[in-house]
Structures are given as C-alpha cells and as structure tokens.
C-alpha cells in the first residue's frame, strides 16, 4: 500500500533521496498547474507557482496539521497564496502596488474567483476519480441538462441502471470531496 500524504510529510525532513517529496509532487502537481494556469493564464507563471508550492511543502514539512484538513486542502492554501502573491507582483509598478490601490470589494472579488477555480479544479479531479460510465451520466445530467430518461434512452440502458450509476456517482463525488477537503 502507498504511503498516505502525511506519511510522506512526515518522511521529508530525514529524506535523503528526495523521494517522499517526489512522490508528492507527482501526486499533486498537474492539478496545481492547471489550478495556477486558470487563475493566471500563463504556463510560465503557472510553472513557478507549482515550483514555489512544493518548496514551500519542502519548507514547512513540519508545519502541517492533519487535523486541520487534508494534505491536498493545505497545498491548495499554499498555491492560492502563491497566486495572490504573483498577482500581485504582477500589479506592481514602481512602488505602486495596483492591488493595494484597489477597494476592499475587489479585494474580495480576487479571492473568490480564486476559491472558485480551487473548487472547479477540486471537481475536476473528483471527476477524474470516477468510472467513466459514471462520469458519463454525470456529465449528460449534470453539463448537459438531460433527465434520467433522456440519459437511459440515449445509451440504450435500462433507466434503473441509469439512476444506480447516477446515485453511485454522485455518493462518490461527495466522499472524494469530502476527503479533498479533510473532513471525510
């Protein structure tokens, strides 16, 4: 069995080769560029964000608290700093910081947006979890607005087994994000 997010946290400090973090950024580095690319539109940018993530991981090892939510939550933390900050540097011109100059509503426009990308990544990969016969009634469901009926006459399939592929998807949905967000 793979050694658990924690686990691999915990092994950092006194790993010599690397491969605890290693592990971690094969694990969570595609979903963080494509989180940091969405909320910035530039690969290069996307690219340092996901680099400063896990040096900031590498880092602050030790600062992580199970308790507090789950690995993939805390990372998410970190990236959505890491945005902000890059934003920000973005912004600035010579001692002028746009994003100081801006009022506090906007401030919070920001941040939202950025949770909103957070979530749609944090979707996408729940998503990914799924069979795709799963996804696939999720997504004619869900994306494209098609009943239950539409779905079992569409495929072919009896409308019972529409609705049992529908209810199993949606149940695992929610325990994966459930999970994602350390309250599992």
């Known amino acids: 069995m793979p050694p658990t997010d924690p686990e691999l946290l915990e092994r950092i400090e006194d790993d010599r080769t690397g491969d605890s973090l290693r592990t971690l950024y094969r694990r969570y580095s595609d979903e963080l560029y494509g989180f940091a690319y969405q909320a910035l539109g ?5 690219d340092e964000v996901v680099q400063d993530v896990f040096t ?6 030790h600062t992580y608290d199970e308790r507090r939510g789950s690995f993939r939550t ?4 970190i990236a959505r700093n890491a945005v ?4 920000r540097r ?8 746009v994003y100081e100059e ?12 950025i949770e909103q990308a957070a979530l749609r990544w944090q979707v996408a990969a729940a998503l990914a979890r799924l069979t795709p016969e799963h996804r696939e009634v999720v997504r004619l469901a869900h994306y494209e607005g098609m ?13 019972g087994t529409i609705k049992s592929r529908a209810w199993y998807a949606m149940r695992s949905l929610r325990l994966t994000l459930e ?3 350390g309250t599992g």
Not at 56 to 61: E, F, L, M, Q, T
Not at 84 to 87: E, S
Not at 90 to 97: C, D, K, Y
Not at 102 to 113: F, I, R, V, W
Request: charged share 35%; net charge neutral.
């Open 74 to 77: 805390w990372v998410y933390r």
């Open 147 to 159: 009943t239950m009926r539409e779905i079992a006459e569409a495929k072919g399939l009896p409308i």
């Open 179 to 181: 999970e994602m967000e």
């Open 102 to 113: 801006t009022p506090d509503n906007e401030k919070g426009a920001l941040d939202e947006s």
């Open 56 to 61: 900031s991981v590498w880092r602050n090892a």
């Open 84 to 87: 902000i900050d890059k934003r």
């Open 90 to 97: 973005r912004a600035v011109r010579p001692a002028l910081s």
């Open 42 to 46: 530039d690969r290069g940018a996307a």
